[in-house]
């Protein structure tokens, strides 16, 4: 079975690590960027089959970034893992082409979920508050 292909993109490294530890047995991780123009090329040079973006990045924010992605065509499906829990930001990135939004303190139970469903072109939002 092929993994799916995943790219990573956060400007907080400790939390990237945590992502790529918690992602790689599940899926082909194939790259990770810092800042929204290196996820913009990397995205590009890379044709992975997710991006996992978070919101605030310097350079470029990852809304931009994934509105610059969708309009040059990218076919990657896009899952949004940030704080930001207000409901002006969750609509923002779905409009800007997310399929996906997870909220950073509930990536165990929701990130994979969320990857899965984005890759069958569905939408996922997790609860922005604990259960």
Known sequence: M?????????DHLE????ELAFLRPHFDVVGTASDGASLVSEAERLSPD???VDITMPVMNGIDAVRKMVD???TA??????INTREEFVQTCLKAGARGYVW???MKAH????????LEDL???SPLVPS
């Not at 092929?2 to 956060?10: E, H, K, N």
């Not at 939390?15 to 945590?18: D, Q, R, S, Y």
Request: glycine share 2%; net charge positive.
């Open 2 to 10: 092929i993994r799916p292909r995943i790219l990573l993109a956060d």
């Open 15 to 18: 939390f990237l690590e945590a």
């Open 50 to 52: 997710v991006i996992v």
């Open 72 to 74: 040059s065509g990218c």
């Open 77 to 82: 499906r896009f899952v949004f893992l940030t």
């Open 104 to 106: 950073k303190p509930r």
């Open 111 to 118: 990130l994979i979920p969320a990857i899965h469903a984005a």
């Open 123 to 125: 939408p996922y939002i």
